[in-house]
Structure formats: structure tokens, C-alpha cells
């Protein structure tokens, strides 16, 4: 019984996983496609013609993987979930069949944009990318409505409460912008693989510059996504306390700590390509080299203080090193707000300076490697950070598969061939302290692991 | 007879003036888009009328100013329609005066030679902000009540002035009459006055320096200029006069006649369909309300919600800070090119803050929706 489960969650974690790291993708593609096209319309530089037909041809690509990700993820939630499926249908039926037609929409634009290239008058196929692109956006919003609702479940009736329920606008946000800030990274660790495998100047030149171009997509919805993560873990803490307190303060609130590490790293690693690519504008400022040691040395020191854990004992092995059940400098107040303030206020003055050296950059491709190393490591630690951030949200309602509602325990008995126990689900329980426990797993009192 | 009375009055008062101003030139293309200001001032006027209707009815004072506003919603013949006309006036001024901002910043229409221009829209939209903040406490129910509390408590955060300026505007420890005849004094008489002031200022700015034209209407001058090997950095494209003008009057007259009339129409809809009540029946127990700011101050409240406990005056600061700056942003951008294209780094700039600004109100919103 026990392996079934395991190996259930396991089917559904890899497929949502794939699923939601191609179709994010696929949506700031479509936004940030639509973009360059029109800017290179507006401006009539060739480059950013060039740089949009890429994006569409590599959506193209990615959206029968995306489609065949959704149909096995539906199946293996039939098959291994079926009374949470089920239930979940029923509830959210309409955003899931009004997502799945947006997906439609999405994808009639998406072909027609890349196999009329050149072809179709220009306002038309600006049209046509722009109109995918809000398909892309709606239905992402369809699927965090169904996605927020697992967390922070409000009643099912009336509709309106339960499509807005408490945390689907900040989701909604952090997606947007993280998915825009994602295919910033991976655009940009895409071109700086081309970049290095190519010799030929012109196309290094191309390269660098996608890089360059991606980059203040990637880092400026970077900059926003700590701001509007906060928003949203405050309305989680709210809505559904267990859930928070098991992200924050309990058994799972490492994975909070592996997030921060992900974060600290993408705005250093990040600054670290925007200072190098802005050299050549500021290496005649007497203040630049001193500027750019104290922004690091400060953002050193912050990102460090970010990252100290509060919650020592559920550390994995920090046993070995310290005796400690939670240490004081990893409080959130101050100490991590001040950390988090640091770093995004150094963040946006470095994306300040970045921007102003860019436009003023006429040359490129003599960058060098490392830039370009430092693209990939911005692409592979935003796919890190992208599933983590998964698993840290569906895990978070744990042992709830929708939260406060029905229990994991409650899918047992039907999907995987009954309880053990004989326990009854979480909506069959007559007393709603028992639906939903004052303090769930995660809390506090939990034993250290 | 026209003729004559024309005459009489033109030899008096000097009706030539009006004549040239409605034959001003003005850019043609993009013309809708310079009905933005027009809607504002449109907006602005129906704030003045039907609030100095309201003022007929009102009572400032602790104990009638509820039982006034009952009053006209309930009793006074139309008084609900009034009521509402300016509470969604006011919403609709702040889409309004947020999009003609957005089209200024946009289109670089706030450059040399016209600066003081938009300073003194700046200071238009501080006085805007004044009183849709003093108009908060006004209907004193229980929610004004806590506006006013929450409002006075956040202000004695600021560094050093802060209790001062908590009892300077609040008038006694604690929200009461005293706060409730400040709150009027500002909202009804001092604040509009320097708004008529200023508005008048910026009109005649504007007939001073013409409205900038669409920077697409430029292209064919900047073309030319730099076929003669002007450099572009050095070309004040919004001293130029645009290629294409045309009078004021009739065209702009009748487009901003147009969107006057539709937003005239809408406030009434609005009015007519959702009217603004007062609260009826039992009110909840004061434990049990919480404080709800107005939509157009969703983004401040939620922007001080990321600075809880002490760290409170950075957020107020950086707030001030933020406000302080948009009167100086042309003595910042003084570059003299004004395509938001050619110009990315303002244009991102501009677009993150507005972003910003949104992502902050959407979330407060959720937030106000669910508790």
C-alpha cells in the first residue's frame, strides 16, 4: 500500500514537474516573443526580428511536449487519484475546461505565428502573437485558480469566493512574473550555449546580445518575485496556518532555506553579469571598482543573513554541527527583511547602472566566455528554484490533498484500494476541528528529526 | 444682433482671446490620446458640482455628520444620486489622472520647455491624493472612523515630525470632532482652492507651450535635420512644431466634447446602477471591522504592510521619497530625445514602477476581498 502511494506521488510530481517547467515557459515566451517582435517593428533593427522568430520557432517546439506533459498528468490523476480528481473536477470545472481552451487558442496562435513569418501583413501577425499571448496569460490564470484553491480553499459556492480566494491573485503574480524572469534565464543560458559553440563573430555578437537583452527581462521580474512571494506567504499564513507554519516553521521549512540559498544566488550571480557586461562603460569611474566591492561585500553579508536558517533542527544534518533547536539571526523580522531589503535595493540600483551602460553599447561579442557561464548558471538555478518552489507549495498542505477538505487518507479508500486504518476522509467527519486540525503537521510542536 | 452683442462684449471684456485660443494649433495626430487631460478636468468639475451640492446637507460635527449623510442619501430628493455622482467621480479621476500621467512620461511630453508644466501636474495629482485621503473620514461611519485612526497612527511613524503631525492632523489623541472639522476644512475648502489654483496654472502652460505632438509626426523633421548632419542628441524635438496641426476648435473641441459627455454618462450609469449607501441595519461589533482604504490607496496600504513593527518609517520614507521625486523627474530625463523606444532606460523604468504599482493594488485587493 505504502509503495503505491509513494509511487503515485512520485508519477504525479515528475509529470507536474515537466508540465508546469515547459508550459511557464512557453507562457513568458509567448509574452516576451510578442514583445520583440513589436519592438523590432517599431525600431526596425533586425535583431530583435531575428531574436522573436527564434522564440516563436522554440515554442513550436516545446508546445507538443508541453500538450503530451498535460494528457499523461491528467491520465495519471484519473488512474492513481481518482476521487481527488474527481472532486477537484467538480469543483473547478469551468477554469479547468475554460484553461484547456485557452491552451487551444494559444496553440492556434502559436502555429500560424511562426509558419506565416513574412508572409501575412505585418499588423496581422503582431495581432496574432499578441492574441496568443493573452490566451497564455488567461490560461495560466485558470490553472492558479484551481492551483491556489488546493492551498487556501474558501467555499465552494459562490463562484466568486472560490475563484478569489486568498492567495490566487498573488499567485497569479509571482507566476507572471516568475515565468517571465524564467525564460529570461533560459533564453538567456540558451544563447550563451550557442554563443560558445559558434566561432563566427557575427553570430557571437547575436548571442551576446540575446544574453544581454534576456537578462533585464530575467533580472528586473527577478527583482519582483521576493516582493510578491512575500504577499503571497502572508495570505497563505492566513488562510491556511497548518500549511504555512509547516513551510516556515516546521518539519518542511528547509525547503524555504534551499529556496532563499536559490534567490541569493540568482541576484549575485546575476549582478556579477551585469557588472561585467557593464565594464566598458564605467571602467574610466575612479568610484566603480570601489562601488562594485562594497555592493558585493554588502550583498555578501546580506545574502548570508538571508539564508540563516531559523528552524536549525529541521535542517538536514545539522545535528552533526550544532545541538541548537533554532537560532535567533534567522528570525524573519528583522533579520531577513532587512537581508531581503539590502539585497533588492542593491538590485535594483545595479539594474539601473546595467541598463544605462546597454544602451550605449554598440560592440559586442568580445565579451569572453565567462559572462556566458554565468548565463547557464542563471538558467540551471532558475529551473532549481522553479522546482523547488513546487514542491515546497504542494507539499506545504500535506497530509491535505486539498487543504482543510479532504485528506490523502480520504484518497486511499477509493483510489488506491482503502484505508488501512478504516479512517474516514476529511469531508466525511462530522466535527470541523477534525476537517481541520488547529495544529497540523508542521506546527511547532513537532519532535526534532 | 449677434454681431453687435459680439461687439459690445469684445470691447469690454475682450472676446479675441477665446477666438485665439480656439484656433490654437494643435498636433493632429495622437489626438485622442491629449483627451486624457480633458477627462481629468472633466472629472475634476463634477467633484466641484456635486460636492458643493453635498456641502448644502452636510454636517461636520461628531454626532450629525452620519446621521447628514443618512440624510441625503434617504431623504434628500436625489441626494442618493449626488452622493454617488461623487464618489465614482472621484474613482474614475484616478484612472484618469494615473493614464494622463502614464501618457506624459510615455511620450516625453514633459521636456524643456515644459518642465514647470508638469510640476505643477505633479502638485495637482498631491492634491488629488489630499483629498481623496480627507474625503475618507467624512461619511464617519465606523469604517471612516478606523481610516482615521490607522491613518493618524501610521503618520506618527515618521521620523521626527510624526507625532506632530499626527496631532496637527488629527486634532486630539484619539479621531473625533476635532479631526472630523480638520478633515473638512482640507477636503472642502483649502485643498480645492489650491487645486483651482494650480489647475489654472497648468492651463495656461499648456496654451503656452502647445500640447506636444505624437513623436511619429516629428520623424520626417529629425529625418531632415539629420541629412543636414545634426547630431540627434542635439535636437530639442519638443521645441519643433509638429508637420500636421490642426485648430482647436472644431476637431479637439468636439473629441474632448465626446469623452466628456461619455464619461458624464458613465458616472451616471454607475451612479444609477450602484449607488453608494450608507451602512444599514446593525452594525458589527467595533472588534469585528476592519479597515478598508479605498481602492486608489490599495497599493500605499499594501506597500507599508512589507514594513511591519519598526521597520514602518523606512517604508513611510521611501514612500515620501517616491512623491517628493515626480515633480523633478525633467530635471532628472533631460536628454533631449523623447521616443519611448529610443529612450529605454525611463520607458523600463516607467513601466516598472506603473507595473509595481498595479502588482501592489492586486494584491491588497485580494487581500481586502477575503478578510
Known amino acids: ?449 | 444682433m449677434r454681431q453687435t452683442l459680439w461687439d459690445w462684449f469684445d470691447e469690454r471684456v475682450g472676446l479675441d482671446i477665446f477666438e485665439r485660443m480656439l484656433q490654437k494649433p494643435l498636433p493632429k495626430r495622437g489626438a485622442w490620446f491629449y483627451t486624457l487631460g480633458s477627462a481629468t478636468l472633466t472629472l475634476i468639475t463634477l467633484q466641484f458640482i456635486t460636492g458643493a451640492f453635498l456641502m448644502f446637507y452636510y454636517v461636520p460635527d461628531g454626532e450629525f455628520a452620519e446621521s447628514s449623510i443618512r440624510y441625503i442619501t434617504e431623504q434628500v430628493r436625489y441626494g442618493w444620486y449626488l452622493r454617488s455622482m461623487h464618489r465614482w467621480s472621484a474613482n474614475l479621476l484616478f484612472i484618469a489622472i494615473g493614464l494622463h500621467i502614464f501618457r506624459v512620461f510615455v511620450s516625453g511630453s514633459f521636456k524643456r520647455p515644459r518642465e514647470m508644466t508638469w510640476m505643477i501636474g505633479a502638485f495637482i495629482f498631491w492634491t488629488v491624493i489630499g483629498i481623496g485621503l480627507t474625503g475618507g473620514l467624512l461619511p464617519w461611519d465606523a469604517n471612516a472612523h478606523w481610516i482615521g485612526t490607522v491613518f493618524g497612527n501610521t503618520l506618527s511613524y515618521f521620523p521626527i515630525f510624526g507625532k506632530f503631525i499626527r496631532s496637527a492632523l488629527l486634532g486630539e489623541e484619539s479621531v473625533g470632532t476635532l479631526t472630523l472639522t480638520r478633515f473638512y476644512a482640507l477636503h472642502v475648502w483649502v485643498l480645492p482652492l489650491i487645486l483651482g489654483i494650480l489647475i489654472t496654472l497648468h492651463l495656461y502652460l499648456i496654451r503656452k507651450h502647445g500640447l506636444f505632438g505624437s513623436v511619429i509626426e516629428y520623424r520626417d523633421q529629425i529625418r531632415a535635420l539629420e541629412a543636414k548632419g545634426v547630431p540627434r542628441d542635439s535636437m530639442a524635438i519638443t521645441q519643433m512644431t509638429p508637420d500636421e496641426t490642426e485648430p482647436f476648435y472644431p476637431g479637439q473641441v468636439f473629441r474632448d466634447s465626446v469623452v466628456a459627455f461619455s464619461l458624464i454618462t458613465l458616472v451616471s450609469l454607475f451612479s444609477t446602477l450602484f449607488p453608494f449607501s450608507p451602512h444599514r441595519g446593525q452594525e458589527p461589533p467595533p472588534t469585528r471591522i476592519i479597515p478598508r482604504p479605498e481602492w486608489f490607496f490599495w497599493s500605499v496600504d499594501e506597500w507599508l504592510m512589507y514594513f511591519p513593527g519598526r521597520l514602518i518609517p523606512i517604508g513611510l520614507v521611501l514612500l515620501t521619497l517616491f512623491f517628493l521625486f515626480l515633480p523633478f523627474i525633467p530635471f532628472v530625463e533631460r536628454h533631449p530625445e523623447v521616443s519611448p523606444i529610443r529612450r529605454p532606460v525611463p520607458t523600463i523604468i516607467g513601466a516598472w514602477v506603473y507595473l509595481f504599482i498595479i502588482i501592489l493594488a492586486m494584491m491588497a485587493g485580494s487581500r481586502i476581498f477575503n478578510y
Open chain 1, 1 to 449: 500500500m505504502e509503495g503505491s502511494l509513494i509511487g503515485s506521488r512520485l508519477a504525479i510530481a515528475l509529470t507536474a514537474s515537466l508540465h508546469s517547467l515547459f508550459a511557464t515557459f512557453i507562457v513568458g515566451g509567448m509574452l516576451l516573443g510578442a514583445v520583440a517582435e513589436s519592438v523590432g517593428v517599431l525600431t526596425g533593427r533586425q535583431r530583435y526580428e531575428r531574436l522573436s522568430h527564434s522564440i516563436a520557432r522554440t515554442l513550436v517546439l516545446m508546445s507538443a511536449t508541453v500538450a503530451f506533459m498535460g494528457v499523461v498528468l491528467v491520465l495519471f490523476l484519473t488512474i492513481l487519484w481518482p476521487n481527488f480528481w474527481t472532486t477537484l473536477f467538480r469543483i473547478m470545472f469551468w477554469p479547468l475546461i475554460f484553461e484547456a481552451s485557452m491552451f487551444l487558442g494559444e496553440a492556434a496562435c502559436l502555429y500560424p505565428w511562426y509558419y506565416s513569418w513574412g508572409r501575412w501583413p505585418r499588423k496581422v501577425h503582431l495581432f496574432i502573437a499578441w492574441l496568443g499571448a493573452t490566451f497564455a496569460v488567461i490560461a495560466m490564470t485558470m490553472i492558479d485558480t484551481v492551483g491556489s484553491f488546493l492551498l487556501t480553499p474558501r467555499p465552494v459556492l459562490p463562484a466568486l469566493q472560490r475563484m478569489l480566494n486568498p492567495t490566487m491573485v498573488q499567485l497569479t503574480l509571482h507566476r507572471f512574473a516568475g515565468n517571465l524572469s524564467w525564460f529570461g534565464f533560459g533564453i538567456a543560458a540558451l544563447s550563451a550555449i550557442r554563443y560558445l559553440r559558434t566561432n563566427d563573430p557575427k553570430e557571437r555578437a547575436y548571442h551576446e546580445w540575446v544574453g544581454a537583452f534576456a537578462v533585464i527581462v530575467g533580472f528586473g521580474f527577478l527583482l519582483l518575485m521576493p516582493i510578491i512571494g512575500f504577499s503571497y506567504l502572508k495570505a497563505v499564513r492566513f488562510a491556511s496556518e497548518g500549511a504555512f507554519s509547516r513551510l516556515m516553521l516546521g518539519e518542511k521549512s528547509w525547503i524555504f532555506v534551499l529556496q532563499v540559498f536559490l534567490i541569493d544566488v540568482l541576484i549575485i550571480v546575476g549582478t556579477w553579469y551585469m557588472f561585467r557586461m557593464a565594464t566598458f562603460y564605467y571602467k574610466d569611474n575612479l568610484y566603480f571598482k570601489r562601488y562594485r566591492l562594497l555592493t558585493f561585500t554588502l550583498m555578501g553579508l546580506a545574502a548570508l543573513l538571508f539564508v540563516t536558517p531559523y528552524q536549525v533542527r529541521y535542517i538536514p544534518f545539522a545535528e552533526y554541527f550544532t545541538s541548537a533547536q533554532v537560532n535567533p539571526l534567522g528570525k524573519m523580522q528583522p533579520y531577513k527583511y532587512i537581508a531581503m531589503g539590502v539585497l533588492i535595493a542593491l538590485g535594483i540600483i545595479n539594474y539601473g547602472f546595467y541598463l544605462s551602460a546597454i544602451r550605449s553599447k554598440t560592440e559586442w561579442g568580445g565579451g569572453g566566455p565567462l559572462p556566458q557561464v554565468l548565463l547557464i548558471v542563471l538558467g540551471l538555478f532558475t529551473i532549481f528554484s522553479m522546482i523547488n518552489m513546487g514542491y515546497a507549495r504542494e507539499n506545504g498542505r500535506y497530509p491535505y490533498l486539498i487543504y482543510g477538505k479532504m485528506t490523502i487518507a480520504g484518497e486511499r479508500e477509493v483510489g488506491l484500494g482503502g484505508s488501512p486504518t478504516g479512517e474516514r476522509s476529511a469531508d466525511q467527519k462530522e466535527n470541523p476541528e477534525e476537517r481541520n486540525p488547529p495544529a497540523p503537521r508542521g506546527s511547532e510542536s513537532l519532535p526534532r528529526r
